[in-house]
């Protein structure tokens, strides 16, 4: 059973850092690429950033591009997201996915199963 835990949340001021992580369980990790969403309220869920299976390919949203970084631990099965020079419109919940296709990765709708999220706020 595929279970993605995401953690690392919470409430920082514009500017600020926080680094997502991603538990994953019930898949063979190594095989998957993975992916962070985030959902803003009113908003559809959106594409942030992902990694291949490997951690050699990488792919980040314009919106996040040279601030946001996606990465991965195989060895135990987390991915992150280190997250800098953070803005109120980044406030959202955040969630991570697997994706065995890399055509897949960008469209939330793609994905069936989905963790609880982690909220992220920017406030001062």
């Known amino acids: 059973q595929v279970q993605l835990v995401e953690s690392g949340g919470g409430l920082v001021q514009p500017g600020g850092s926080l680094r997502l992580s991603c538990a994953a369980s019930?898949?063979?990790?190594?095989?998957?690429?993975m992916v962070w969403f985030r959902q803003a309220p009113g908003k559809e869920r959106e594409f942030v950033a992902a990694?291949?299976?490997?951690?050699?390919?990488?792919r980040h949203d314009k919106s996040v591009r040279g601030r946001f970084t996606i990465s991965r631990d195989n060895g135990k099965n987390t991915a992150y997201l280190e997250m800098n020079s953070l803005q109120p419109e980044d406030t959202a919940v955040y969630f991570c996915?697997?994706?065995?296709?890399?055509?897949?990765?960008?469209?939330?709708?793609?994905?069936?199963?989905w963790g609880q999220g982690t909220q992220v706020t920017v406030s001062s």
């Open positions: 996915n697997a994706a065995r296709r890399w055509s897949e990765i960008a469209t939330a709708k793609n994905f069936e199963t």
């Open positions: 019930g898949f063979t990790f190594n095989e998957y690429h």
């Open positions: 990694i291949g299976n490997l951690g050699i390919s990488l």
